[in-house]
C-alpha cells in the first residue's frame, strides 16, 4: 500500500522559515516526480511546487518562486524523502501542504496539474502569523 506522509507544519511568525518533509513507504519512488500542493480555507488546492525523479529538475509556482525550495534524497537506503524548504514566510503562505506522487516513464516529464498525481498524503498545517 501506497502511503506519503507529511511531517514539519506548524506556527511561524512573517518572515520565518519551516521545513516540511514527506516520507512515502510501499513502494520505491526512485521513478516518481514529487510534488507540493496547498489548500487555504476556502480556496482550491493549488500547486506549489515539483520536482523530477532524478532530482534534476524542479519547477515552482510564480508564489513561492525565490523563498521555496523543493529537494529530494534519492540515496540507496534511504525513505527517498522529499522536502520543501520554505523561507520568508507570509500570511498568505498559511495553508494544509500536501504531498504528491506520480508515477513517470522520463526524467523530463513533470507534471504540476492536480489531476495529474495519483497519491497524496494527509496534509500538514502551515500557519504564518503576522
Known amino acids: 500500500q501506497v502511503q506519503l506522509v507529511e511531517s514539519g507544519g506548524g506556527l511561524v511568525q512573517a518572515g520565518g522559515s519551516l521545513r516540511l518533509s514527506c516520507a512515502p513507504s510501499?513502494?520505491?519512488?526512485?521513478?516518481?516526480?514529487m510534488a507540493w500542493f496547498r489548500q487555504a480555507p476556502g480556496k482550491e488546492r493549488e500547486f506549489v511546487a515539483a520536482?523530477?525523479?532524478?532530482?534534476?529538475?524542479?519547477?515552482?509556482?510564480d508564489s513561492v518562486k525565490g523563498r521555496f525550495t523543493i529537494s529530494r534524497d534519492n540515496a540507496k537506503n534511504t525513505e527517498n524523502t522529499v522536502y520543501l524548504q520554505m523561507n520568508s514566510l507570509k500570511p498568505e503562505d498559511t495553508a494544509v501542504y500536501y504531498c504528491?506522487?506520480?508515477?513517470?516513464?522520463?526524467?523530463?516529464?513533470?507534471?504540476?496539474?492536480?489531476?495529474?498525481?495519483?497519491?497524496w498524503g494527509q496534509g500538514t498545517q502551515v500557519t504564518v502569523s503576522s
Open positions: 504528491a506522487a506520480d508515477l513517470v516513464y522520463s526524467d523530463s516529464y513533470l507534471p504540476i496539474k492536480r489531476i495529474q498525481y495519483d497519491y
Open positions: 520536482i523530477s525523479r532524478s532530482g534534476g529538475s524542479t519547477f515552482y509556482a
Open positions: 510501499g513502494r520505491t519512488f526512485t521513478n516518481y516526480a
